[in-house]
């Protein structure tokens, strides 16, 4: 028998205790032992639930008895989810987590304190919730080169975008309706401005190159700013609009980021629509694979935990190679990324000179006309780098929208 704790009692936590109830003999088998929750740190109380017998509330009683092999970290954000990590692994014990803000931030570091210890940081859970994406990147695809992943790594915001798109809805009104269905936080910030997706680019970036990716320098856009205009005109040119994050290997450098993107109909992840996630992979051997699933939730986020805590308890005295180094790698400059926009600004009062002057500063372009959407002058560019662009829409005044383009 194999003695777990787990840490933190909320959605994903619970889940953990729930699917490791529900499915225990299957994932005993799959194990090679009997997995036992011994305890259940959390800082409130649970009564009436079976879970309140081996509630604790003091970290030390985990970290001290020497029965715990595996710890669950699933309470989210950094402090005190590192120490109470960090302290782990150099008493021997291997940690399972959920934690995307604390792997993109220390990921590099855990690993290596588990490298030195024989023990294992396993993060499956971290990006893609209940989709595999973390254990095929270490050990499917490995004899490939990737070129390219770019996802859909954030459910909430992928919900808001499909029904804005299917209902015409406004932002503000849809992002209301997925709080009330449990889609969305009450705070929607990391979701909704990127930060949740520019977390898990950078956890798959890392694990690509081998070093430490920060997120920080991963450029950052959210959906925030996107009007029920934007999806007429993306009706128009039969296009999707949806939030990727996106890592792109280029003349042997990557260039990371996340925004708001209309793809085609030819696009891989033009179908990943409501909650789930999608992940596109591009290798030089293997050319397109593509991971679809639940990207969220309790039950498929606890998945994955606990098939990470059935690794760890198979390899209890052995580490699971991750490459994965604390030097920091150099992103390429994202301004020199090459790209297509469209672009929406209010019609002047003599449309004809305006789309001179938009002829003269980006040469050929693709002008769009949407139902319903009148007083203004929207177009598509050719390609041009992000800087270079940024530069010549500088001149014009009354921009309304700026979307990048891919098909």
């Known amino acids: 028998m194999v003695n777990i704790a787990v840490l933190g009692y909320g959605t994903v936590g619970s889940g953990v205790v729930e699917v490791i109830r529900t499915n225990g003999e299957i994932i005993n088998k799959k194990a090679g032992q009997e997995i036992h929750v011994k305890y259940v740190l959390d800082l409130r109380e649970f009564e009436g639930d079976p879970v309140q017998e081996i509630l604790v509330h003091d970290y030390n009683i985990i970290l001290e008895d020497p029965e715990i092999e595996v710890v ?27 934690n995307k803000e604390l792997v993109a931030k220390h990921g590099a570091e855990l690993l290596a304190i588990a490298r030195q210890k024989q023990r294992n940081y396993l993060f499956e859970a971290s990006v893609g919730g209940g989709i595999p994406i973390i254990r095929p990147l270490n050990s499917s695809l490995t004899a490939d080169d990737i070129t390219e992943i770019t996802g859909i790594l954030n459910g909430t915001t992928n919900y808001i975008l499909t029904e804005m798109a299917d209902k015409g809805a406004a932002f503000e009104d849809v992002l209301k309706d997925a709080q009330s269905k449990g889609y969305a936080e009450r705070n929607p910030e990391a979701d909704v401005e990127g930060y949740d997706a520019c977390r898990k680019i950078a956890i798959l970036t890392s694990l690509v190159v081998g070093e430490q990716v920060d997120y920080e320098d991963v450029h950052t856009e959210g959906i925030t700013k996107l009007t029920e205009a934007d999806f007429k005109y993306a009706k128009a040119l039969g296009a999707s609009i949806k939030l990727l994050g996106t890592s792109r290997k280029v003349d042997g450098t990557f260039y990371s980021m996340v925004a708001p993107v209309m793809i085609g109909q030819e696009h891989p992840l033009i179908s990943v629509n409501g909650v789930f996630n999608g992940i596109f992979i591009h290798g030089n051997v293997l050319d397109d694979v593509m991971f679809y699933g639940r990207g969220a939730g309790k039950l498929p986020t606890a998945s994955a935990v606990v098939s990470d805590v059935v690794d760890a308890v198979k390899h209890l005295n052995e580490n699971i190679l991750t490459i994965w180094e604390q030097k920091k790698y150099a992103l390429g400059t994202y301004e020199k990324l090459p790209g297509r926009f469209f672009v929406r600004m209010a019609q002047a009062a003599d449309p004809e000179s305006q789309k001179q002057e938009i002829g003269k500063v980006f040469g050929e372009v693709r002008y769009v006309e949407a139902d319903g959407v009148e007083g203004e002058t929207a177009f598509v560019t050719g390609t041009v780098t992000e800087g270079d662009f940024s530069g010549r829409i500088a001149g014009f005044g009354q921009v309304r929208s700026v979307i990048r383009v891919d098909f």
């Open 72 to 98: 669950v970290e699933v309470m989210g954000g950094v402090e005190p989810a590192y120490t109470f990590t960090k302290k782990a692994l150099l008493a021997g014990k291997s940690v399972c987590t959920s």
